[in-house]
Antibody
């Protein structure tokens, strides 16, 4: 059974940093593109980042490019999201998600999410 | 960026009715559209991939159709467990984008 378990969320002040983690199990982690998707309170879904199987390629929307960094450790079956220069508009539940295959397509599996609140 | 417009924003139906939810893309995206269901306080769940391809474990009452710019998610005879929010997502080009969602509620 595919399992994705996020951790690292919490309350952080504007301008500060936070690093999220996602522990994956139930599949061969190194074979899949992985992603982060967020959802602001009572809002819709927003794609945040995707990383290739080896970690050599990363993809971001303009809203987080230059501030967020996605990374992975295939030996540990773990995904990370380093978030710097956080803004109030980054407040959201952050989901770890697995793409269907080794490409940026749909999100086949989702974690339960971790809440990040950016506030002074 | 490709904008996905979902309509209606809210749909009120009685269990047993059949419904159609719309997702319109701002430009042609072939069949690169995928549908998700998100129940209250839960993570999204994939329902349909590539506009009309079924997903293992998803009830057969869910189906999808469309290509180009207009897409439809259909639910044949809505059941109580189907009342939730539905999102479409495109993978035709970056950035990956989602529609704003359609909330299916009990009338």
């Amino acid at each position: 059974e595919v399992q994705l378990v996020e951790s690292g969320g919490g309350l952080v002040q504007p301008g500060r940093s936070l690093k999220l983690s996602c522990a994956a199990s139930g599949f061969t982690f190194s074979n899949y593109y992985m992603a982060w998707v967020r959802q602001a309170p009572k809002k819709g879904l927003e794609w945040v980042a995707t990383i290739s199987t080896s970690g050599s390629r990363t993809y971001y929307p303009d809203s987080v490019k230059g501030r967020f960094t996605i990374s992975r450790d295939n030996a540990k079956s773990s995904l990370y999201l380093q978030m710097n220069s956080l803004k109030s508009e980054d407040t959201a539940t952050y989901y770890c998600a697995r793409h269907y295959s080794s490409y940026l397509n749909w999100f086949a599996y989702w974690g339960q999410g971790t809440l990040v609140t950016v506030s002074s | 960026d490709i904008v996905l417009t979902q309509s209606p924003a809210t749909l009120s139906v009685t269990p047993g009715e059949s419904v159609s939810l719309s997702c319109r893309a701002s430009q042609g995206i072939s069949t690169s559209i995928h549908w998700y269901q998100q129940k209250s306080n839960e993570s999204p769940r994939l329902l349909i991939k590539y506009a009309s391809q079924s997903i293992s474990g998803i009830p057969s009452r869910f189906s999808g159709s469309g290509s180009g710019t207009d897409f439809t998610l259909s639910i044949n005879r809505v059941e109580s467990e189907d009342f939730s929010v539905y999102y479409c997502q495109q993978s035709y080009s970056l950035p990956l984008t989602f529609g704003s969602g359609t909330k299916l509620e009990i009338k």
